[in-house]
């Protein structure tokens, strides 16, 4: 579908064979930047009617991401003029995501007229040529790609200080429930057989 491209905080995603497109929106691959993971959302016809180009900046993976993540960042969506980039069309914004507005963007970037036009210079070989940059100001409830590998080695830990305790405290109540029972019942017989002693004393001094 097209070719990605990152270098540090600027992102290039050439969508190929735009004319042939049948899907309503498509997706770029993922990149990081500022440890964040990002991708761009394409609607190639436009969104709800609109007769443009809509471009997103969405955060993705959202839906595995923490409760209360935020992140605040400013972003540029720039569709590439092939023949001058003079003529470039930039748009940007500074804006939060989090998990009510996990994407922004423009759903009237570009009309397509003006992208469908031979000798506009922004649709060339069948091929559009977008460019993101992103600078990440602040996050809150930091994911990102290496906190993914940390998670994995924190949950075995956690499994481990829930199950020994289990297996070494029940052994201990078995232990103080059952040691009294032993030690009462040879008292209980011995109490028994001197009160049967002193009774049978008593009927022979009676009978003195």
Not at 6 to 35: E, M, P
Not at 52 to 76: D, E, I, N, Q, T
Not at 84 to 101: A, C, P, T
Request: hydrophobic letters at 40%.
């Amino acid at each position: 579908m097209g070719n990605e491209k990152a270098n540090n905080n600027k992102f290039t995603w050439v969508i190929k064979n735009f004319y042939s497109l049948q899907s309503q929106f498509i997706y770029s691959d993922k990149f990081v930047v500022g440890g964040c993971k990002w991708c761009l959302m394409a609607y190639p016809k436009g969104n709800k009617g609109d007769e443009c180009l809509s471009l997103y900046m969405v955060v993705a993976g959202h839906k595995a991401l923490p409760c209360g993540w935020r992140r605040h960042a400013k972003y540029s969506l720039t569709v590439v003029n092939q023949l001058s980039e003079k003529l470039s069309l930039v748009k940007d914004r500074q804006v939060w995501f989090d998990h009510k507005i996990p994407g922004w963007g423009l759903p009237a970037m570009l009309p397509l007229t003006v992208l469908n036009d031979k000798h506009g210079g922004f649709l060339v070989n069948n091929q559009v040529k977008i460019v993101a940059q992103v600078e990440v100001l602040q996050v809150l409830g930091k994911y990102d790609v290496l906190s993914e590998g940390t998670a994995e080695t924190v949950q075995p830990l956690k499994k481990i200080m829930l199950e020994e305790p289990k297996e070494t405290i029940q052994p201990l109540k078995k232990i103080k429930l059952e040691e009294p029972k032993e030690t009462i019942q040879p008292l209980l017989k011995e109490t028994k057989a001197l009160m049967s002693m002193g009774f049978k004393f008593f009927l022979h001094r009676l009978k003195l």
